[in-house]
């Protein structure tokens, strides 16, 4: 079994600063793990995803993923924020077999503040 | 965007009625999925298909059913409706198991009195 823990449920941060959403995950199998966004009042939304490969994945909107197998890790941050980046981010990961059964962390909330 | 739509967006039942939610897909893929969304627990697989009446069951299956007649459609039932169900549900899909990406719809929040 899986099970992913994000370790801040809110984060405030002004607008144009760095941003690290931190995300740490447990399994005793190898996993896939991915960061889903969900932007007020909507579905959710893939970010960007780990396969395989380079460890420092990249999404289009200037996010960015490392996978740390040693620790377990796969943070996401963004150097410099924008109002738009308002959303609630969440990690989650899947098991390499099988059917794609998502375990979702418990979500951060990303507020910036102009 | 994914061709995901889901009915009704929004309702209100009393304790101990039967509930369907409806998931429709125009995308022709294989999986579907059912969860739910609770503060504090983020997103959690209820049921989810694999093909035509395929299904399995997922991490809090107790209490809901599934069906899936066609291939867009994949149907959640909750047989007889609890407080502890109010929720917001969301539907997804996938193409294969090997893309590794799964399309959400809009969401269905849930309220039972």
């Known amino acids: 079994a899986q099970s992913v823990t994000q370790l801040d449920s809110q984060v405030p941060v002004f607008e144009e600063a760095p941003v690290e959403l931190r995300c740490n995950y447990s399994s005793s199998v190898s996993v896939y793990l991915f960061w889903y966004v969900q932007y007020p009042n909507q579905g959710l939304q893939l970010l960007l995803k780990?396969?395989?490969?380079?460890?420092l994945v990249e999404s289009i909107n200037g996010f960015e993923a490392e996978f740390n197998k040693s620790q377990t890790s796969f943070h996401l941050r963004k150097p410099s924020v924008h109002i738009s980046d308002t959303a609630e981010y969440f990690c989650?990961?899947?098991?390499?077999?099988?059917?794609?059964?998502?375990?979702f962390g418990q979500g951060t909330r990303l507020t910036i503040n102009p | 965007d994914a061709g995901i739509t889901q009915s009704p967006r929004h309702k209100v039942t009393e304790t101990g009625t039967p509930v369907t939610l409806r998931c429709h897909q125009t995308e022709n893929h294989r999986y579907m999925y059912w969860y739910r969304q609770d503060p504090g627990h983020g997103l959690r697989l209820i049921h989810y298909s694999y093909g035509v009446k395929d299904t399995d069951k997922g991490e809090v299956s107790d209490g809901y059913s599934v069906s899936r007649s066609k291939t867009e459609d994949f149907l959640l039932t909750l047989e007889s409706a609890t407080s502890s169900q109010t929720s917001v549900y969301f539907c997804a899909i996938s193409e294969s198991a090997s893309t590794y990406e799964q399309y959400f719809g809009p969401g269905t929040r849930l309220t039972v009195t």
């Open positions: 989650a990961v899947s098991a390499l077999q099988g059917a794609q059964k998502l375990v």
């Open positions: 780990y396969l395989s490969g380079s460890t």
